[in-house]
Protein backbone atom coordinates (compact mmCIF):
# COMPACT_ATOMS: atom_id res chain seq x y z
CA UNK A 1 0.00 0.00 0.00
CA UNK A 2 2.62 2.61 0.68
CA UNK A 3 4.36 2.06 -2.84
CA UNK A 4 0.67 2.39 -4.29
CA UNK A 5 0.72 5.98 -2.18
CA UNK A 6 3.98 6.87 -3.38
CA UNK A 7 3.28 6.29 -6.54
CA UNK A 8 -0.05 8.37 -6.80
CA UNK A 9 1.86 11.29 -5.02
CA UNK A 10 4.31 11.25 -7.90
CA UNK A 11 1.77 11.24 -10.51
CA UNK A 12 -0.44 14.14 -8.33
CA UNK A 13 2.64 16.30 -8.20
CA UNK A 14 3.70 15.35 -12.01
CA UNK A 15 0.40 15.13 -13.67
CA UNK A 16 0.48 18.18 -15.34
CA UNK A 17 3.87 18.10 -17.19
CA UNK A 18 5.14 14.88 -17.21
CA UNK A 19 6.15 13.40 -20.07
CA UNK A 20 4.46 10.01 -20.11
CA UNK A 21 7.21 7.83 -21.90
CA UNK A 22 9.39 8.90 -19.03
CA UNK A 23 8.68 7.87 -15.34
CA UNK A 24 10.06 9.81 -12.58
CA UNK A 25 11.76 6.80 -10.73
CA UNK A 26 14.77 5.44 -12.43
CA UNK A 27 18.24 6.20 -12.67
CA UNK A 28 19.33 9.46 -13.72
CA UNK A 29 22.95 11.46 -13.68
CA UNK A 30 23.35 15.02 -13.67
CA UNK A 31 23.10 17.46 -16.85
CA UNK A 32 26.41 19.66 -16.45
CA UNK A 33 28.44 16.60 -13.93
CA UNK A 34 27.78 12.89 -15.25
CA UNK A 35 29.86 11.51 -12.27
CA UNK A 36 26.94 12.72 -10.04
CA UNK A 37 24.29 10.43 -10.37
CA UNK A 38 20.54 10.49 -8.39
CA UNK A 39 18.25 6.92 -8.53
CA UNK A 40 14.37 7.53 -7.02
CA UNK A 41 11.72 4.58 -6.46
CA UNK A 42 8.69 4.43 -6.27
CA UNK A 43 8.39 5.21 -2.25
CA UNK A 44 10.24 8.34 -2.81
CA UNK A 45 13.45 7.15 -1.46
CA UNK A 46 16.53 8.28 -3.43
CA UNK A 47 20.17 7.67 -3.44
CA UNK A 48 23.39 8.57 -5.91
CA UNK A 49 26.95 9.07 -6.13
CA UNK A 50 27.76 12.74 -5.52
CA UNK A 51 31.49 14.36 -6.85
CA UNK A 52 32.83 12.71 -3.59
CA UNK A 53 30.75 10.82 -1.47
CA UNK A 54 27.38 8.21 -2.02
CA UNK A 55 24.39 9.54 -0.34
CA UNK A 56 21.15 8.82 0.11
CA UNK A 57 17.34 10.23 1.66
CA UNK A 58 14.09 10.45 1.23
CA UNK A 59 11.25 13.23 -0.61
CA UNK A 60 7.50 13.31 0.80
CA UNK A 61 5.09 15.67 -0.22
CA UNK A 62 3.70 18.05 1.77
CA UNK A 63 1.44 21.21 1.28
CA UNK A 64 1.65 19.64 -2.69
CA UNK A 65 5.34 20.44 -2.51
CA UNK A 66 8.47 18.20 -2.79
CA UNK A 67 10.40 17.86 0.39
CA UNK A 68 13.75 16.02 1.21
CA UNK A 69 14.73 15.18 4.85
CA UNK A 70 18.48 14.98 5.84
CA UNK A 71 20.77 13.86 3.32
CA UNK A 72 23.08 10.84 4.79
CA UNK A 73 26.28 10.44 2.88
CA UNK A 74 29.53 8.12 3.48
CA UNK A 75 32.45 10.55 4.80
CA UNK A 76 35.35 10.89 2.36
CA UNK A 77 37.08 14.05 1.78
CA UNK A 78 37.88 14.73 -1.90
CA UNK A 79 38.84 18.16 -3.83
CA UNK A 80 35.44 18.77 -5.00
CA UNK A 81 33.49 18.87 -1.59
CA UNK A 82 32.35 22.32 -1.90
CA UNK A 83 30.68 21.24 -5.40
CA UNK A 84 28.92 18.39 -2.97
CA UNK A 85 27.48 20.63 -0.49
CA UNK A 86 26.51 22.81 -3.13
CA UNK A 87 24.74 19.84 -4.75
CA UNK A 88 23.00 18.40 -1.56
CA UNK A 89 21.90 22.18 -0.81
CA UNK A 90 20.36 22.44 -3.96
CA UNK A 91 18.50 19.25 -3.37
CA UNK A 92 17.32 19.69 -0.11
CA UNK A 93 15.86 22.54 -1.77
CA UNK A 94 13.66 21.11 -4.39
CA UNK A 95 9.96 21.65 -4.13
CA UNK A 96 9.19 20.44 -7.56
CA UNK A 97 9.75 17.33 -9.57
CA UNK A 98 8.51 16.62 -13.28
CA UNK A 99 10.68 15.22 -16.30
CA UNK A 100 10.44 17.37 -19.59
CA UNK A 101 11.35 16.16 -22.74
CA UNK A 102 13.14 13.25 -21.57
CA UNK A 103 15.06 15.14 -18.66
CA UNK A 104 14.25 15.18 -14.90
CA UNK A 105 14.24 18.48 -13.40
CA UNK A 106 14.35 19.43 -9.50
CA UNK A 107 13.13 23.07 -8.67
CA UNK A 108 13.44 24.88 -5.67
CA UNK A 109 10.77 27.58 -4.43
CA UNK A 110 12.95 30.15 -6.09
CA UNK A 111 13.32 28.89 -9.28
CA UNK A 112 16.48 27.22 -9.32
CA UNK A 113 16.65 23.95 -11.04
CA UNK A 114 19.23 20.27 -10.89
CA UNK A 115 18.46 18.63 -14.61
CA UNK A 116 19.07 15.28 -14.74
CA UNK A 117 19.64 12.88 -18.01
CA UNK A 118 18.32 9.19 -18.19
CA UNK A 119 21.13 6.42 -17.49
CA UNK A 120 21.84 4.76 -20.11
Same mark, same amino acid.
Given at each position: ??? &? #??? @? #? +? &???????Q?? #?T????A????S???V???I???? %? !? !? /?A?P? %??Y !? $?? !??I +?D /???R???? $????????? &???E??????L?????? @?? =?? /??L? &????? /???? @???? =??
Amino acid at each position: MRH &L #AGL @V #A +L &LALTACKQDP #ATPLTGAWHLQSDPSVTFEIDDDL %N !F !F /GAAPC %NRY !F $GR !FEI +LD /GNLRSGPI $GATLMACPK &LDQEYAYFKALEASRNA @VV =QD /GLLV &LRSAE /GASL @VFTP =QP
